[in-house]
């Protein structure tokens, strides 16, 4: 299936700096992404329990700093559609000072595959390394094989670190980091 950002159903499409206000639309695609993408995988309780209201007020405390916290939002009929975070550089002890982390890349769940995860990731990966970033990483299930198929369309390849996801109460879930060159 094409995965270019130019589908007649979703122009104009913007991607923009997101803001703190956008918060409650940012959520909203995170949490639908989650369900909808983690449904047998993550426990339905955790998944059920997620709360658009709960994440967006959390957001609010983040750094907004698009400098070294950037937040993107892809914004279509007034709507945000898909949403992209990267950190200059990087939460990895283990990686260079000029390592940017992905930190999420999600898009609503109606809207998959029309291109829009590909322009926050072109927009994440071109800001990384315009701030310097030689190398880009991200952290992915193992368990989420259509996002790590995702990734290496996007030249990302697995670096040999994982780790267990101790956030999510009652799962056994592992994260492999994957990387690419800037």
């Given amino acids: 299936m094409d995965d270019s950002v130019g589908d007649s159903a979703l122009t104009p499409l913007q991607v923009r700096l997101a803001e703190v206000d956008d918060a409650p639309g940012i959520a909203r695609v995170r949490i639908a992404g989650w369900q909808s993408g983690y449904r047998g995988v993550v426990p339905d ?23 070294s916290r950037p937040h993107w939002v892809c914004v279509w009929n007034e709507q945000i559609v898909g949403w992209a975070n990267a950190w200059f550089p990087g939460r990895d002890s283990d990686c260079a000072p000029t390592t940017a982390e992905l930190v999420a890349c999600y898009v609503l769940p109606e809207h998959w595959r029309k291109g829009i995860a590909s322009e926050l990731m072109s927009v994440a990966m071109a800001a990384a390394a315009e701030a310097g970033m030689a190398l880009m990483t991200l952290w992915v299930l193992e368990q989420n094989q259509r996002a790590q198929a995702f990734y290496a369309r996007h030249g990302f390849g697995p670096d040999g670190a994982r780790k267990p996801q101790e956030f999510l109460v009652g799962a056994d879930l592992w994260a492999m980091r994957m990387a690419r060159s800037l």
Wanted: without cysteine; glycine residues 4%; aromatic residues 14%.
């Fill in 45 to 67: 309780s955790v998944l059920d329990s997620m709360s658009v209201e709960g994440f967006a007020e959390r957001m609010k405390h983040w750094t907004w700093d698009p400098a």
